[in-house]
């Protein structure tokens, strides 16, 4: 099993909603990534995961909170979101965190706030 | 600082022409890695290929193939009789030690379009 799960496909909240975007892998890797992506525009990494810890946050505003409940899982947590957060939100993962690392991606939960 | 430029944005073939696609880039480090990803519609960026910085050999993987030049600082992919199914945006991306956790710098990505 090569895949990278994402759930959902597609979420379209209010500014005043909570919602969770997740993440889930089988392949034993132990490092997971969050990655924000606008259109026309290469991803941005937004934290990274390395043993269930939070090793990366590239000073993402707190509206983002992420969580990762065991090695399989990541969550994101979204509150008070602006519409200029809408975009495409990607997860990945690799064996470990390693700049040689390869990453394997899922296919993303397009994020629409009104 | 370490970068990636990607000089071409969008790039349109007939099908079964053959297409290179161009990265240079720039690091301070001696070490570092350079990878290719490819994103179809379906969203998801898919991993071609990755290189380090001590192995200069040329790859190639079926109808794919990459050509990893350090004294011109490039690492362009060539898609020989080109397919449909080629159709996408394809990422260049550095990895060096200014980006600890494999952190990637990307291009900005070309998209390829293959004409039937």
């Known amino acids: 099993d090569t895949e990278v799960t994402q759930t959902p496909k597609h979420l379209v909240m209010g500014m005043t909603n909570k919602k969770s975007l997740k993440c889930e892998q089988h392949?034993?890797?132990?490092?997971m990534y969050w990655y924000k992506q606008k259109a026309k525009k290469p991803p941005e990494l937004m934290f990274v995961?390395?043993?269930?810890?939070?090793?990366i946050n590239e000073s993402v505003p707190s509206r983002f909170s992420p969580e990762c409940p065991n090695s399989s899982l990541l969550n994101l947590h979204l509150h008070a979101l602006q519409p200029e957060d809408s975009a495409l939100y990607l997860c990945a993962s690799s064996q470990a965190a390693g700049r040689y690392e390869k990453l394997f991606f899922g296919s993303g939960t397009q994020l629409s706030v009104l | 600082a370490q970068k990636v430029t990607q000089a071409q944005t969008e790039i349109s073939v007939v099908e079964k022409e053959d297409v290179t696609l161009d990265c240079v880039y720039e690091?301070?480090?001696?070490?570092?890695?350079l990878f290719w990803y490819k994103q179809p519609p379906s969203g998801e960026l898919v991993f071609l290929i990755r290189?380090?910085?001590?192995?200069?050999q040329n790859e190639i993987s079926g109808r794919y193939s990459w050509n990893f030049q350090k004294s011109t600082s490039s690492f362009n992919f060539t898609i020989t009789a080109s397919q449909v199914v080629d159709s996408a945006v394809y990422f260049c991306a550095l990895s060096d030690s200014a980006g600890a956790n494999s952190k990637l710098t990307f291009g900005k990505g070309i998209t390829l379009s293959v004409r039937p």
């Open positions: 392949m034993g890797h132990r490092a």
């Open positions: 690091t301070r480090d001696t070490t570092y890695y």
């Open positions: 995961y390395s043993y269930e810890k939070l090793s």
């Open positions: 290189r380090n910085s001590f192995d200069e």
